[in-house]
């Protein structure tokens, strides 16, 4: 035993001798073949566009490294960028600076002077070519930060810049004057994009021309319609505006010559009061006025999609703007108020193939006919989608059960297109029932679905309904609106048709003991 032992070990030590020598020969061939191969390529003969960063392990030209770096966030970029001095001069030239409390790592107690303080330190560091965006977000702004504020976007704001976002927070203790002599000759073939939150904006006639700008996004900037017409009208190529709870606008007009202007979005300006629009190329216009007495419309304008919420839907011109957009194929309106009067179209929408009338709030009268928006849907030939939203109490109308009478009939357009129609917050009301009936009977050869929906205040997610308790009226008014569906809509919908009644949930019953 003891010889085989000294045998094993003597062979051990053999191979182990044999690895060594084999490894030193491999590092000695590799070491002479670097050696060659530097020798053949000299420094002389490496182009400066060709200069190559080895430290990081891969021998792949600096714009490439410019490039990767590029297509990573800022904070990632500026990690990657401490691990070597080679690293460090493609950061320089990274081309998408963002500074809000996330990309620069700071807590909820951080200062802004502080934030200040590191955006201009990396400012200066910067190269300053090949920038595209930046992005600007402070919590809070004092007048006595102006002068910093100007000098950052001075830095920042050079020839090629894209897009440019600028935001202050809720509880900002005074409003940033933005430079707009910047936008003058620095930037404006370029820039495509402006972004402004809390901010005021004061444009003058010589700003512009802006030959690439297409999109404005202004959420309470203080401008007033003057200065904003000075500013669309030296921007011949915008092709999106929202205006978004800017109090000092007055007026909001749109020129015939932003012939690219396809999105208009006007939300909650409490001060405007006339829009009038001639872009003729405009496709699609959300307006959530409070006071807009006049709306109109250019004789040439092709609109394709409009929403208009406002408390007093009625008053507002009577809906006499809807003249000039012939070509409408969906149309949303809501009010939330003062609904006594039937809503009337002043033309026939040819081309309308979606409707969307909300009629909600306590303001809507109380012997509101809803048998009148037949005649709205007559204006409709070609209508495929209805949806009808009337969340509200039967309280005051007269129901289908106090006048049992046979429902009223009239000779409508027949609606030989109409798939879909949904009702929310439907109720025993006669005149709802007498407008569900005509609907069947004039789309009885092409209506694939009708869903009645009783509860009224459902709520859509991603993830599917969800329900808000429903309150004692409506629970009260269910029994009797499922026996009017029973008794005066069930029977008239054909084989074909799907009839969808969402009745109130488990919990809305059990909760007045039901």
């Known amino acids: 035993m003891g010889m085989l032992a000294l045998k094993r070990l003597m062979s051990t030590q053999s191979e182990r001798r044999r690895r060594q020598i084999r490894a030193r020969c491999d590092a000695d061939r590799c070491s002479s073949s670097e050696a060659k191969r530097k020798k053949e390529v000299g420094s002389d003969d490496v182009s400066p566009g060709a200069k190559r960063l080895r430290s990081s392990g891969l021998h792949l030209p600096e714009d490439i490294w410019c490039h990767i770096h590029s297509l990573m966030p800022l904070r990632d970029a500026a990690r990657t960028a401490c691990v070597s001095r080679a690293f460090s001069e493609s950061w320089k030239c990274h081309p998408n600076l963002t500074f809000n409390k996330s990309i620069l790592g700071s807590n909820s107690n951080g200062h802004v002077t502080d934030f200040i303080r590191t955006i201009d330190h990396v400012l200066k560091k910067h190269s300053g070519t090949n920038i595209k965006t930046l992005t600007l977000e402070l919590d809070d702004f004092k007048n006595s930060w102006r002068r910093r504020m100007d000098s950052l976007l001075q830095i920042a704001m050079r020839p090629g810049i894209e897009e440019i976002t600028l935001g202050f927070g809720f509880f900002a203790k005074a409003a940033y004057m933005f430079p707009c002599w910047l936008l003058s000759d620095r930037i404006r073939n370029s820039i495509r994009c402006l972004k402004l939150h809390r901010c005021v904006f004061r444009p003058t006639v010589k700003l512009g021309p802006f030959r690439s700008l297409a999109m404005l996004r202004f959420f309470k900037v203080r401008i007033t319609g003057y200065k904003l017409g000075c500013l669309l009208t030296n921007s011949l190529a915008l092709e999106w505006l929202e205006l978004n709870s800017c109090d000092e606008l007055d007026s909001l007009k749109i020129p015939c010559q932003l012939q690219r202007l396809s999105y208009l979005r006007v939300y909650f300006c409490l001060r405007l009061y006339v829009i ?233 019953s059990s909760s007045v003991g039901h």
């Open 276 to 508: 009038e629009i001639k872009a003729p190329k405009l496709r699609a216009f959300n307006l959530h006025a409070e006071k807009v007495i006049k709306l109109s419309f250019g004789v040439s304008v092709e609109l394709k999609q409009l929403y208009v919420s406002s408390p007093d839907l009625v008053s507002c011109a009577h809906l006499e703007f809807l003249s000039n957009v012939p070509d409408l194929e969906s149309l949303k309106l809501k009010s939330c108020c003062q609904v006594t009067n039937s809503v009337m179209l002043p033309i026939k929408l040819l081309h309308l193939k979606e409707i969307n009338l909300s009629l909600t709030g306590q303001g809507v009268s109380e012997d509101y006919d809803y048998f009148s928006l037949a005649c709205l849907l007559d204006c409709c030939p070609s209508l495929r989608k209805i949806f009808l939203n009337v969340s509200h109490t039967c309280v005051g109308h007269q129901t289908i059960m106090e006048d049992p009478s046979h429902p009223r009939q009239m000779p409508g357009q027949q609606h030989g297109n109409l798939k879909s129609v949904t009702i929310i917050g439907f109720c025993y009301a006669k005149s709802l029932v007498e407008l569900t009936c005509y609907i069947i009977e004039n789309a009885a050869t092409s209506l694939e679905s009708l869903t009645l929906d009783i509860h009224g205040t459902r709520l859509v997610s991603v993830s599917g309904a969800i329900l808000e308790p429903m309150y004692d009226g409506k629970l009260v008014e269910a029994p009797r609106t499922l026996l009017a569906i029973r008794t005066y809509i069930q029977r008239r919908i054909p084989s074909t048709v799907k009839l969808n009644v969402l009745e109130p949930c488990g919990t809305c």
